[in-house]
C-alpha cells in the first residue's frame, strides 16, 4: 500500500499546545489555552485581568494559584520515640499542616505515587481546623474584594451571593491539588471524598487541575442509612476519580480467574458488515452433542449457514462456511489456525464454541473487571462499619464518621495491583487508609507503601478522644496504625490458616514540620552586632541532632523519606547509610581519615557532610576532593 504524503509541515501551533497541556492542564478551557492564566502560572505576582473565559473563578483563586508555585522555607524533623520500626520501616506519618507538607514531599516523591485517597472537610457550616466552615461575613467578602471605598460607597455590582460561602473552601483544595497531581504517576489516580455541599464545585475544579479529558469516574458510595436533608434523606456520598493521565491508565485487572462466556454476533450493520468464515471439520464443538443446523438462525444477530453444520459426538462433522456479523472476527481466525488468541484488552480467548441454538459462543478468562460506579455498602461498608472499626481497636469512639477499611482497600486494590506501591492520603484522620493498605498487603503478600498527612487538630474537651487522652487526631491516627498493625497480626496467629506475616510492614515513621535546619544569616545592617557574629558560628540551629539534618537533607536532595536508615559507628562517629547506597551521611565534628575512608568503601551515590565535620579548610579541602573521586560531595 503507498502512503499518499500530505506535502504539510508539521502543526507546530497543535504540537506546542500538547506540551502546554502536558505541563499546566489548569490552563486548558475548551481545547483552548487560557493565556491569562498560563501567565499567572509562570508568575511571581498576582496578575489582574478582566478577560470573560468559560472557567471557575473565585475570589482568591489567583492568590492560591501564586501559593502553590511559591516556595516555603521548612522541614521535616523525625519523632523516632513515637515511630515503629523507625529504621526498617518504609511507612510515613507526618504531622503538619498538609499544604506544607505536600510542597516539601514535592521532590522527593515526584511523579511516584500510585494513588491518592483524600477525605477533606466537606464545606458543611461546622468549625474545622481547615476552616470547614468558609463562610466569610458579609462585610469581610466585600473587603476582600474591593465591594466598598472607604466611604462604604459601593463600587460595582454586589456579587456576594455567588462567591462568599465557597471562595476560602476552593482556595484551600485548589493550592493543595494542584501539589499533590505532581507527585502522582503518570499513570496514577486520586478518589477524593466529597458530599453535595461541593461537589459540583469539586469537580469543575479537578477539570481545570487534572483536566477533563483525565476524569475517570464520579462514584456513588451509597449509605444504606442517611440524614433527611431538605425533602429527601441523603443517604450517599461521592468519591471523584481522576487520574494523572487517562491514556496511561490501563484498565483494572482482575486476579478472581473466572471466565466471560458471551455470544460472538453482532447484528449486521454498516458499521459492522457482514463476511464469511470457513470452520474445518473437526476444528470447534457443539454444546448439543449430536445435531444438525441449516439456514438462518438466531434473533436480531443472525448466522447464515450456507450447507449444513453437522456435529458428531460434539465435533464439526465437515467443513462448513457461515455468513454472519461477527463481533471478533479476526480472534476467531486465529483461534481456527491454532494459536494463542487475545482479545482487545489482553483477555486470553480460551475457545469458541456453539451453542445449543448453533449461535456462536467465546469463552475468555476475566482478565479485567469494571466495577459498577455505585459502590453498595454491603460490599464497600458505611461510616457505621467505620465507627465499627474503630470501636474494634480503642472499645470507644474516639472519631466520628471514619470511613470503613472495606472502602479504602477496594479503592486501593483497584489501582495499586503491582503491590509495591506508594498510597497517599493527606486529609488522614484517623488513618483509615494506612490501616486499609496494611490489612490489604496482609491478605495478598503486597508491600504497599502508605503516608499519611494530618494537621494536629485539638480533640474537643467534651469529646470521648479528649477524655481518653488523646488531646489531638494526630495522636488518635498514630495509635490506630500501632493497634491495627498488631491485631493484624494476632488475626493472623488465630486463623485456620495462617500466613507468613514476617515481612509484613506494620511500622511507621513519625515526622514533624517544623522551620528550616539552618539558621537565618540575612539582617538589616542595622541588626548586625559581634555578639550576633558569634552566633553565627555555626550556620545550624542549635536544637537541631543530626537525625533531624539527614531527614533535611534527604529533602534538599530529593531522596525518599521511606528508605531504609543503617547507622555504622567508625571511630567513635556515626555515619548514616540509606538504602541501595543512595546517600551516606555524616554530621559529625572533626572526623577522621578513617571515617573518609569507611564512607569511601561504601560507594555510595551521594554524600552529605557538615562544614564543621573538619578542623580547618585544608582538612575539608583534602577530604572533598578524595571523596569526590567516587562520587558528588555536598556540605551543609
Known amino acids: 500500500m503507498i502512503k499518499k504524503l500530505d506535502m504539510k509541515t508539521a502543526d507546530k501551533v497543535e504540537s506546542n499546545i500538547e506540551q502546554i497541556a502536558q505541563l499546566f492542564p489548569n490552563v486548558m478551557s475548551e481545547g483552548k489555552v487560557d493565556f491569562e492564566l498560563l501567565k499567572q502560572m509562570l508568575s511571581d505576582e498576582v496578575l489582574d485581568t478582566d478577560d470573560e473565559r468559560y472557567r471557575l473563578d473565585w475570589v482568591g483563586k489567583k492568590a492560591s494559584l501564586l501559593k502553590a508555585n511559591s516556595s516555603i522555607n521548612k522541614t521535616l524533623r523525625p519523632c523516632k520515640e513515637e515511630s515503629v520500626d523507625f529504621d526498617t520501616t518504609e511507612n510515613l506519618y507526618i504531622e503538619g499542616d498538609n499544604f506544607e507538607v505536600l510542597k516539601l514531599l514535592q521532590e522527593s516523591y515526584l511523579n511516584k505515587v500510585k494513588m491518592i485517597y483524600i477525605d477533606p472537610p466537606y464545606n458543611t457550616g461546622k468549625d474545622f481546623v481547615y476552616k470547614d466552615n468558609f463562610t466569610q461575613s458579609k462585610a469581610d467578602f466585600e473587603d476582600e474584594i474591593g465591594l466598598r471605598d472607604e466611604d462604604d460607597n459601593k463600587l460595582f455590582k454586589n456579587t456576594d451571593s455567588n462567591g462568599r460561602f465557597h471562595s476560602d473552601w476552593l482556595s484551600m483544595m485548589y493550592e493543595r491539588l494542584l501539589v499533590s497531581r505532581d507527585l502522582l504517576k503518570d499513570d496514577g489516580v486520586i478518589f477524593i471524598s466529597i458530599d453535595d455541599n461541593e461537589v459540583h464545585n469539586l469537580r469543575k475544579l479537578c477539570d481545570e487541575v487534572f483536566g477533563e479529558g483525565n476524569f475517570v469516574a464520579e462514584l456513588i458510595w451509597s449509605l444504606n442509612s442517611g440524614t433527611q436533608a431538605g425533602y429527601f434523606t441523603r443517604s450517599h456520598e461521592t468519591i471523584l476519580s481522576y487520574a494523572k493521565n487517562s491514556l496511561s491508565l490501563s484498565s483494572f485487572k482482575d486476579f478472581s480467574g473466572g471466565t466471560i462466556k458471551h455470544g460472538a454476533l453482532k447484528k449486521i450493520s454498516k458499521v459492522n458488515p457482514s463476511s464469511d468464515i470457513l470452520f474445518p471439520k473437526g476444528c470447534i464443538e457443539c454444546e448439543d452433542k449430536n445435531s444438525l443446523f441449516t439456514g438462518t438462525i438466531g434473533g436480531s444477530e443472525k448466522q447464515f449457514i450456507k450447507g449444513e453444520m453437522i456435529f458428531v459426538n460434539g465435533v464439526l462433522d465437515k467443513d462448513v462456511t457461515i455468513e454472519a456479523g461477527w463481533a471478533m472476527k479476526n ?200 555578639d550576633l557574629f558569634a552566633e553565627l558560628e555555626s550556620n545550624i540551629k542549635e536544637d537541631r541532632d543530626n537525625l533531624d539534618l539527614l531527614f533535611g537533607v534527604m529533602l534538599d536532595l530529593g531522596v525518599e523519606l521511606s528508605l531504609k536508615i543503617t547507622p555504622k559507628i567508625v571511630d567513635s562517629k556515626t555515619i548514616y547509610i540509606l538504602e541501595n547506597k543512595e546517600l551516606v551521611a555524616c554530621f559529625e565534628d572533626n572526623i577522621s581519615l578513617e571515617v573518609i575512608e569507611e564512607i569511601k568503601n561504601q560507594s555510595p551515590y551521594k554524600i552529605v557532610l557538615k562544614d564543621e565535620c573538619f578542623e580547618s579548610d585544608k582538612d575539608k579541602i583534602n577530604a572533598v576532593e578524595s571523596l569526590s573521586k567516587v562520587c558528588s560531595v555536598s556540605v551543609i
Not at 482478565?367 to 457505621?384: A, D, F, I, M, W
Not at 498514630?478 to 507468613?500: Q, T, V
Not at 510492614?505 to 559581634?530: A, E, T, Y
Open 331 to 530: 480472534q476467531v481466525l486465529s483461534w481456527i489456525k491454532g494459536k494463542e488468541t487475545h482479545d482487545s484488552k489482553g483477555q486470553k480467548v480460551i475457545r469458541f464454541y456453539f451453542n445449543s441454538q448453533g449461535i456462536l459462543f467465546y469463552e475468555k478468562e476475566r482478565g479485567t473487571q469494571h466495577p459498577k460506579t455505585v459502590l453498595l455498602s454491603e460490599s464497600v461498608g458505611n461510616t457505621r462499619r467505620g465507627g465499627q472499626d474503630i470501636l474494634e481497636l480503642f472499645s470507644e469512639k474516639v472519631m466520628d464518621f471514619p470511613k470503613p477499611i472495606k472502602l479504602i482497600n477496594f479503592l486501593t486494590s483497584l489501582i495499586a495491583q503491582s503491590k509495591d506501591e506508594i498510597i497517599l492520603d493527606f486529609f488522614s484522620g484517623s488513618a483509615t487508609t494506612a490501616h486499609a493498605v496494611m490489612q490489604l498487603n496482609a491478605e495478598d503478600g503486597g508491600n504497599r507503601k502508605h503516608i499519611c498527612v494530618q494537621i494536629p487538630e485539638l480533640t474537643d474537651e467534651k469529646s470521648e478522644a479528649y477524655k481518653a487522652g488523646y488531646k489531638n487526631i494526630c495522636e488518635i491516627g498514630k495509635e490506630r496504625i500501632r493497634r491495627a498493625g498488631k491485631k493484624i497480626l494476632e488475626d493472623n496467629e488465630s486463623s485456620k490458616e495462617p500466613k507468613d506475616l514476617s515481612n509484613l510492614d506494620i511500622g511507621f515513621r513519625v515526622l514533624k514540620i517544623d522551620s528550616s535546619n539552618m539558621k537565618d544569616v540575612h539582617f538589616h545592617p542595622n541588626k548586625l552586632s559581634q
